[in-house]
């Protein structure tokens, strides 16, 4: 079984910071991308940051320059560093584990963690 556990949302003001963290457990043997998404209310969910096991990064133009997404291979961590947070980050924020091969799981399949609530006051 693998199973995404993520922690760090929370309520915040405009302008600050918080860091969220999403820990893959299980017999795994790799996992190819890692990333953050979103849902905000009425919305639909949207890329928030990836990163790639070699460390390659995309991320959303909305949060360029602001969040920074950076990844623990040893220990199949992905965080999410976001700073000069605004009102309209407000969302859920799921973890993704993209193309994961383990012991027990059915290869090359994606995992979502449970989702984290960020809140952003004005």
């Known amino acids: 079984q693998v199973q995404l556990v993520e922690s760090g949302g929370g309520l915040v003001q405009a302008g600050g910071s918080l860091r969220l963290s999403c820990a893959a457990s299980g017999s795994i043997f790799s996992i190819n991308a890692m990333g953050w998404y979103r849902q905000a209310p009425g919305k639909q969910r949207e890329l928030v940051a990836t990163?790639?096991?070699?460390?390659?990064?995309n991320y959303a133009d909305s949060v360029k320059g602001r969040f920074t997404i950076s990844r623990d291979n040893a220990k199949n961590t992905v965080y999410l560093q976001m700073n000069s947070l605004k009102p309209e980050d407000t969302a859920v924020y799921y973890c993704?584990?993209?193309?994961?091969?383990?012991?027990?799981?059915?290869?090359?399949?994606?995992?979502w963690g449970q989702g984290t609530q960020v809140t952003v006051s004005s």
């Open positions: 990163i790639t096991s070699g460390g390659s990064r």
């Open positions: 993704n584990a993209g193309r994961l091969y383990g012991l027990g799981v059915p290869p090359g399949r994606d995992y």
